[in-house]
């Protein structure tokens, strides 16, 4: 059950869920900006 509520509560500090988070921090790794020009 504290699976589930983990997964499916956001985060009260920033308002994501730990999907999210992982994603926002791959790409910060990747070096992926949302304002980096080509």
Request: avoid cysteine.
């Amino acid at each position: 059950m504290s699976v589930i509520v983990g997964r499916a509560l956001p985060d009260v500090r920033d308002g994501l869920k730990p999907v999210h988070r992982r994603v926002l921090y791959a790409m910060n790794v990747l070096g992926n900006d949302w304002n980096k020009s080509l």
